[in-house]
C-alpha cells in the first residue's frame, strides 16, 4: 500500500471500507456510486477496481473519482477473474468494517448506517445484513407444461434450495454452518463485515462455491444479525442469476469440474469443517450437487 496513503489517513481512517470489483458496468455504476455516495453515513472510503473493462466504466469511474476524494480508482491491465478482483478490493481496504458492492445492485439510504451501529453495539456479531428486495425480471422457477424433464426436476428442487433467504444466525460453529447451508443463508455476504475478519477468512484461490467457503469461514468469528427492514436491492440478473457454465466463464474458473461444479465446495467443507459434519448432512450435499448437475444439462441442452 502506498506510503502516502497511509500518511493521509493517519490521523482518522474510515470506519468502513466499500470495495467495487467492477467489469463492463457502465449501464450500472452511475446509478451504484450514487446509492453509495448518497448514504446517511458518509465516514468510508470507496475502492473501485475496473478489471480492464472494454466499455466506458472506468472514464464513468473516473469523473466520480475527480469528485469525490473517498473513492480510490485502480485499473487491473488485464482481465483476472471475479475472484482476484474482489480480493484485490479486500485487500486494499484499511476501514474497520468492509462490504461488497455489486456493480448492479443498489442499496436503501441507511444501508451502512444501520449495519454500522449494529456492529459497533455488539462485538459478537461479525456481519450484519438487512433483508433484500429484488429488481429486474426474475425466474420464480414454477413449472411450465413446456419444460422438459429435466427443467421440470431443477425448478422443483431449486426452489426449495435457493429461496431469497436471509436470516440471523448464532450458537456453535457447526449449527450455523448446516443452518447457513440448509437456508441458503450466503446472501449475508452482501453484508458489512468486520474487515480482519473477512481477510482471515479469505480464499488463497479460486473456486465454485469460494463465495460460499469464505461465508463458512466468517462464521468461526461471530454471529451474523439480520435488519427486518429491507436494505437491499439486489438485481435478479447478476452474476448469481447466471447458469452455471457462464458463471465459470465469467469468473474465469476451471471447467475440471464442469458436471459437478460443487464436488470443490463439498471436498473444502470435508477438509475444513470435517468428515463428521459431512457425514451428518450428506443429504443435503448430495441435493446441492445433483441441482448442479441438472443445471450444467439444462445449459447444454439450451445451446445444442
Known amino acids: 500500500m502506498c506510503e502516502n496513503y497511509f500518511l493521509k489517513y493517519m490521523v482518522s481512517l474510515p ?7 467492477v467489469y463492463n458496468g457502465e449501464n450500472f455504476i452511475k446509478s451504484r456510486l450514487d446509492s453509495i455516495l448518497n448514504q446517511s453515513f458518509t465516514d468510508f472510503e470507496v475502492i473501485i477496481s475496473d478489471n480492464n473493462s472494454t466499455d466506458l466504466t472506468l472514464e464513468i469511474c473516473k469523473e466520480y473519482a475527480k469528485k469525490d476524494k473517498r473513492i480510490r480508482l485502480t485499473k487491473q491491465e488485464k482481465n483476472i477473474g471475479l475472484f482476484w478482483n474482489y480480493k484485490f478490493v479486500l ?8 462490504v461488497i458492492a455489486n456493480v448492479d445492485d443498489l442499496w436503501e439510504k441507511d444501508f451502512l448506517l444501520k449495519n454500522f451501529e449494529i456492529l459497533e453495539s455488539n462485538p459478537k456479531i461479525v456481519v450484519s445484513m438487512g433483508k433484500i428486495t429484488r ?9 411450465k407444461k413446456s419444460d422438459n424433464f429435466f ?3 431443477y425448478k422443483k428442487n431449486r426452489r426449495k434450495l435457493r429461496p431469497l433467504n436471509i436470516l440471523s444466525i448464532s450458537g456453535n460453529y457447526e449449527s450455523k454452518v448446516s443452518f447457513c447451508l440448509r437456508k441458503y443463508n450466503f446472501w449475508i455476504q452482501f453484508g458489512l463485515f468486520r474487515r480482519q475478519e473477512l481477510q482471515s477468512s479469505m480464499m488463497d484461490s479460486p473456486f465454485y462455491g469460494w463465495d460460499y467457503a469464505y461465508v463458512l469461514n466468517v462464521l468461526r468469528h461471530g454471529d451474523v444479525f439480520v435488519h427486518d427492514l429491507p436494505l437491499m436491492k439486489f438485481y435478479s440478473k447478476g452474476a448469481s442469476g447466471q447458469g452455471i457454465s457462464e458463471f465459470l466463464q465469467q469468473q474465469k474458473l476451471s471447467k475440471q469440474y464442469f458436471f459437478l461444479p460443487h464436488s470443490p465446495l463439498t471436498n473444502w467443507c470435508i477438509r475444513n469443517i470435517g468428515i463428521k459434519f459431512f457425514l451428518k448432512n450428506i443429504d443435503f450435499f448430495i441435493k446441492l450437487n445433483f441441482l448442479a448437475m441438472i443445471s450444467m444439462i439444462i445449459d447444454m441442452t439450451k445451446k445444442s
Open 15 to 21: 470506519k468502513i471500507s466499500i470495495g467495487v470489483p
Open 91 to 98: 485487500e486494499h481496504s484499511i476501514g474497520d468494517y468492509f
Open 135 to 143: 429488481f429486474g425480471s426474475f425466474d420464480t422457477f414454477d413449472e
Open 151 to 153: 427443467t421440470r426436476i
